[in-house]
């Protein structure tokens, strides 16, 4: 019998047989400090969980929590092609930043407003998204720290948790934030008006039976009830909800974090990588410190620090929450559990993969003013084995139930991840300037969805715009009057006017429709199809007209 078996037979004899059975060993790190005022509960992290997971949470039905924080992306987003342009507001320069798409600006009404760096595109955060695993044991969040341990209530802006209450004062932001999930002016009391009546994760599939269970066809009004033990859906329940699920989130069976307990034995590459990690990168990653197995992945000291990921003008960093000079280009030291999957890296994701961040230290950063002095220490350090060496090593920080989203990291399929997103297809027919119009559709087609918005830009200001409407099209073009017509004509054809296009200049014109869906399963599975055309002097037979849209309708 191995030393590692007996290990586990010793400490762990009752559990033993299921353990050796799944090959997982029983929680490592203590469990994280929760706020006196919000005790877990099975059911709070239940609810939480389906409120993260829920896409009906924003306004425009379309974002998620768990959109921007994936568990098998190691709790960031995979969608690594969306670009903010950074301060100087330009795309495609140095300061661009990998970010996380949300919502288009719209109003309560759904309608599509203009936004001064995205138009009506989707709005991209201005920092790429770290990871909401492990998150319990900080006590200040966000890559500057901004959101600190006080929560007060939203909407009374009472202080309800006087401390460690972390994720309960960030859980607070996101739904209410114009770029993530809200309309312009939505209110927590709107959130917690617009809530009890929907069936929860009514857009997602794959709901994990345990969570199905905890649903079983209750509205969200009805599973507060029985989770708080008295009716009401309020702004801080859903926010206790969302914190209490996020305290359950804790990754602590990578083969490093089993090392600690004597149930993984590095391969002697994994250990070159580790000697050389300790060495030069475990002063400020302190989360990789062997006495995590008693206090958890804490940073007690020196959170802050600046490696020189780009010139503090780009982004100021902890600065802007402390206003000191010396904590410019500060960024909070991210725990490097999962970070195999979280690629591109730093909080701009200017680092594609853990080899350009090993190349980056390598090379001592990319910009040395008010850099950290251990980064010195780095520099001319590593040869080429060492890279791969501790590439190694940090693969061995990847707990595979985050990989494999397993509990507590299982989770539904988001509607935004399914075939049941909107399409567009084919391209338009141009009109004044050669501008081709081009539409846009980002919201569920969810039967009874009471606001749809579908839209058009890069168009001409104050022109009139209607939609020609089908339920079938072809994905290749039929010439019509000089038009590329898609909608099959099949006689379910109809048109609606729109009005005149709003914005700003030539070629930033745009315009949005928004609809309600019958609430009849008759639809489900059919396709509405659309191409919008606007009045155009310089297009074919006084038009231009834009690419096919599809809105894809389901129960
Ligand atoms: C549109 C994408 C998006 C959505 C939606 C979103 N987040 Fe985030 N989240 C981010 C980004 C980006 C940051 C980092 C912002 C910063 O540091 O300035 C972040 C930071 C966090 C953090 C801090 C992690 C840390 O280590 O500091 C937590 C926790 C978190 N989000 C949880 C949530 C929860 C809960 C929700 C839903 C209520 C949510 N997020 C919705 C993008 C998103
Ligand atoms: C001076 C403190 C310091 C040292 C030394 C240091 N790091 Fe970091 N590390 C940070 C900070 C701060 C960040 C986040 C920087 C940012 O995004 O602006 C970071 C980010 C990272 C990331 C990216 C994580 C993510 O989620 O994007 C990896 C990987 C990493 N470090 C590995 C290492 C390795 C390997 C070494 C040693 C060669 C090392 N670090 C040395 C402070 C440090």
């Known amino acids: 019998m191995s030393y590692n078996s007996l290990v586990i037979r010793r400490t ?123 998150a319990a044991y900080l006590t200040e969040l966000f890559w500057d720290g901004r959101a600190d341990d006080v929560f007060r209530d939203p909407v009374t802006n009472q202080v309800v948790l006087a401390s460690g209450a972390a994720l309960e004062n960030q859980a607070a932001g996101p739904p209410v934030d114009e770029g993530e999930m809200s309309h312009v002016g939505r209110s927590w009391t709107d959130i917690a008006n617009d809530l009890p009546n929907l069936t929860p994760l009514a857009l997602a599939t794959n709901v994990p039976a345990a969570l199905q269970t905890f649903i079983n066809g209750q509205t969200y009004a009805q599973l507060f009830q029985q989770v708080y033990g008295t009716a009401g859906v309020t702004p801080q329940r859903i926010i206790f909800a969302i914190a209490a699920y996020q305290r359950a989130l804790v990754s602590d069976q990578s083969p490093f974090d089993r090392s600690l307990v004597g149930q993984y034995t590095f391969t002697p590459q994994e250990n070159l990588g580790r000697l050389q990690f300790n060495a030069l990168c475990r002063n400020c990653h302190t989360d990789l410190e062997a006495s995590v197995r008693f206090t958890g992945p804490t940073f007690p000291t020196g959170r802050y620090r600046n490696i020189g990921v780009r010139p503090f003008a780009e982004d100021p960093g902890r600065f802007n929450v402390t206003q000191v000079v010396l904590d410019s280009g500060k960024f909070k030291v991210p725990g490097l559990r999962n970070v195999e999957l979280r690629a591109p890296y730093f909080h701009n994701g200017s680092e594609a993969t853990l080899l350009d961040v090993i190349d980056f230290y390598a090379r001592g950063g990319n910009t040395n003013v008010n850099q950290d002095p251990l980064i010195f220490n780095i520099l ?123 914005g700003s200049g030539p070629g930033n014109g745009f315009a949005s429709l928004t609809f309600s869906l019958p609430p009849d399963p008759a639809f489900a599975g059919a396709t509405l199809f659309g191409q919008w055309l606007l009045v155009d002097a310089n297009g074919p037979v006084g038009f231009s007209s834009s690419n096919a849209f599809g809105v894809k309708l389901f129960q």
Not at 69 to 85: I, K, L, Y
């Open 380 to 502: 001319g350090a590593i040869s080429p084995n060492d890279r791969t060496n501790m590439v190694a090593f940090l693969r061995t920080l990847t707990d595979p139930r985050v990989v494999n989203q397993q509990p507590p990291f299982d989770r539904p399929t988001l509607w935004s991840e399914t075939a049941n997103v909107p399409t567009t297809f084919g391209t338009g027919t141009a009109g004044t300037g050669g501008l081709t119009p081009r539409a846009n559709a980002w919201e569920p087609g969810l039967l009874g969805n009471p606001k749809v918005t579908i839209g058009v830009d890069r168009v001409q200001p104050s022109t009139f715009a209607f939609i020609a409407w089908d339920l079938f099209a072809n994905q290749a073009p039929t010439a019509v009057l000089g038009h590329n017509v898609y909608l099959a004509q099949s006689g379910a054809m109809a048109t609606s006017g729109v009005g005149l296009t709003q």
């Open 12 to 134: 762990w004899t009752l559990v033993a047989p299921v353990l050796l059975a799944t090959g997982l060993s029983a929680q490592i790190f203590p469990a994280p400090p929760e706020p006196a005022g919000n005790p877990s509960t099975p059911g709070k992290v239940a609810l939480g969980k389906a409120l993260f997971w829920d896409e009906q949470l924003s306004s425009s039905r379309s974002v998620a929590c768990g959109t921007c924080h994936r568990w098998d992306s190691g709790g960031a987003d995979p969608r690594t092609d969306s670009v903010h342009p950074g301060a100087d507001g330009v795309f495609g320069t140095a300061d661009d930043v990998v970010g996380s798409p949300g919502v288009v600006r719209h109003d309560a009404s759904g309608a599509w407003l203009e936004d001064a760096l995205f138009g009506v595109q989707p709005k991209v955060t201005p920092r790429k998204s770290p990871s909401p695993i492990n």
